[in-house]
């Protein structure tokens, strides 16, 4: 596996982990689908010809040297362990972590946030699925508890803290703080957790407000001491629906094109 093999369009997480980590984070570039699930859509079952999909993710696993491990994500808040290949879409779960050399944690979106974790040991990851409902609910928390107790010493909750300043976090592209219109039950789920959630939510239309996810997200993983955060920091250019020549949106293109491809963000070491 070289970087070097990488699509020009991928995009690579800069952020100061160890050597033996890797992570990416595909865009719509570099597979066979046809419109509107042009060209690397990653998604299955989908309305895209299986095929297809299929061809997409045997270049992706060939481009990356390893095979990549797809949940069947219900935007719920279970997180599981990883510690060899699965079968694709076998475990119905929104998190994942491991602490297994070559084993790839892999989140698939096209809105949803996707948040990837690694350990300064270099020897533990992680990566969540985050929608809006899975956010409020806990994921990132769920996933950081399973995390944690994979990190030699982190068993005991006197551990969490030193885990938590030794962890960088690497936010993925998502719906936009411009885009991401809502109702107010959305934004009375988070307050319920932080009152100063209310900073991320501005007024849209009569009864609506436009949220921003990336924003969430990072109160959430400061709540839980993580504050080495890289990544998406809620501006225009890591908005899936605001650039649609890179990046799938199911907001954007379900109703305006009939369907939308799936992103995916990988993580694992060597």
């Known amino acids: 596996m070289s970087r070097s093999t990488w699509h020009p369009q991928w995009l690579v997480p800069q952020w100061p982990v160890p050597a033996s980590v890797h992570a990416v984070f595909t865009t719509r570039h570099g597979g066979v689908s046809r419109p509107p699930f042009d060209s690397l859509n990653l998604g299955w079952p989908s309305d895209d010809d299986a095929q297809a999909v299929q061809i997409n993710r045997a270049r992706l696993q060939t481009t990356l040297g390893v095979e990549?491990?797809?949940?069947?994500?219900?935007?719920?808040?279970?997180?599981?362990?990883?510690?060899?290949?699965?079968?694709?879409?076998?475990?119905?779960?929104?998190?994942?972590?491991?602490?297994?050399?070559?084993?790839?944690?892999?989140?698939?979106?096209?809105?949803?946030?996707?948040?990837?974790?690694?350990?300064?040991?270099?020897?533990?990851?992680?990566?969540?699925?985050?929608?809006?409902?899975?956010?409020?609910?806990?994921?990132?928390?769920?996933?950081?508890?399973?995390?944690?107790?994979?990190?030699?010493?982190?068993?005991?909750?006197?551990?969490?803290?030193?885990?938590?300043?030794?962890?960088?976090?690497?936010?993925?592209p998502c719906i936009g703080p411009n885009a991401f219109e809502v109702g107010p039950e959305v934004r009375a789920a988070f307050m319920v957790f932080d009152p100063a959630a209310q900073a991320l939510f501005r007024p849209g239309r009569p009864g609506k407000w436009f949220a921003d996810l990336a924003g969430l997200a990072r109160l959430r993983l400061r709540a839980l001491g993580i504050t080495r955060l890289y990544g998406n920091d809620s501006t225009r250019p890591w908005c899936t629906v605001n650039n649609p020549s890179r990046f799938f949106s199911h907001r954007r293109d379900s109703l305006a094109l009939g369907g939308s491809g799936r992103l995916a963000a990988c993580i694992w070491f060597d």
Do not use: K
């Open 68 to 172: 990549p491990n797809y949940l069947s994500q219900v935007h719920g808040t279970r997180s599981v362990l990883l510690d060899g290949p699965v079968q694709a879409g076998a475990i119905e779960a929104d998190a994942c972590c491991s602490a297994s050399a070559g084993v790839v944690c892999t989140i698939r979106v096209a809105d949803c946030l996707p948040v990837l974790l690694a350990h300064a040991g270099g020897r533990v990851v992680a990566a969540a699925h985050a929608g809006w409902r899975g956010l409020a609910d806990g994921v990132l928390e769920a996933n950081v508890r399973q995390y944690q107790t994979l990190v030699p010493g982190g068993s005991g909750a006197d551990a969490a803290p030193a885990i938590a300043a030794a962890t960088c976090a690497w936010l993925g």
